[in-house]
């Protein structure tokens, strides 16, 4: 048993229509905070494993917000072998990979964090008006992703398609997606 910081603005996705209505900075810090949390956890060499908007807490503390990432009882180690087609999670959070039965990768999280970042454009979550089906899945699978909300800046769009990449070995590492964050938010490439 865990016993965790009360997190009195609940999870991520009761917040989006106020975070969407952040600037681009408040945005970009909370992403920061978010990937910081899974890299802490594949730093202990585990994967989330159902990595997605219901399991990030949000407590603001002085309209400062501190995030939290719940739900570690599917964490697995990174070596751990899974049983084939031992699927967990949220459709439209699951990585391609997933879908079709290969075994969870900190990769795997790293595309559940794209549709996250996702949401932080579009203030819903992904494929909300589609039901999480087998059709949905094959979609997934096929390379449908979410549609770029029109304004979102290029640099952080970039970043973002990275993450979703249809081969896992493309996406970046937890350590480049720290880095893109932190040059679209604080370094010369405004994201606004």
């Given at each position: 048993m865990a016993v965790m910081d009360y997190a009195n603005e609940g999870n991520l996705r009761?917040?989006?229509?106020?975070?969407?209505?952040?600037?681009?900075?408040?945005?970009?810090?909370?992403?920061?905070?978010?990937?910081?949390?899974?890299?802490?956890?594949?730093?202990?060499?585990?994967?989330?494993?159902?990595?997605?908007?219901?399991?990030?807490?949000?407590?603001?503390?002085?309209?400062?917000?501190k995030i939290y990432i719940s739900d570690l009882g599917l964490c697995q180690p990174v070596k751990s072998f899974m049983k084939k087609y031992d699927i967990n999670g949220v459709i439209p959070f699951m990585a391609?990979?997933?879908?079709?039965?290969?075994?969870?990768?900190?990769?795997?999280?790293?595309?559940?964090f794209s549709m996250i970042m996702w949401e932080f454009t579009s203030g819903i979550p992904p494929f909300i008006n589609r039901a999480h089906d087998l059709q949905?899945?094959?979609?997934?699978c096929k390379g449908e992703r979410p549609e770029i909300i029109e304004n979102t800046p290029q640099c952080y769009v970039?970043?973002?398609?990275?993450?979703?990449?249809?081969?896992?070995?493309?996406?970046?590492?937890?350590?480049?997606?720290?880095y893109g964050i932190?040059?679209?938010?604080?370094?010369?490439?405004?994201?606004?």
């Open positions: 009761g917040n989006l229509t106020r975070i969407v209505k952040n600037d681009w900075n408040q945005k970009l810090y909370m992403l920061y905070e978010i990937i910081s949390g899974l890299s802490r956890i594949h730093g202990e060499k585990l994967i989330h494993c159902d990595f997605h908007d219901g399991n990030i807490l949000n407590h603001n503390d002085k309209n400062k917000d391609p990979e997933v879908l079709r039965g290969k075994p969870y990768t900190p990769a795997s999280d790293i595309y559940s949905l899945s094959l979609s997934i970039n970043l973002m398609k990275k993450c979703w990449n249809e081969d896992p070995l493309k996406r970046p590492s937890i350590k480049k997606q720290l932190y040059k679209c938010n604080w370094v010369q490439q405004p994201c606004y």
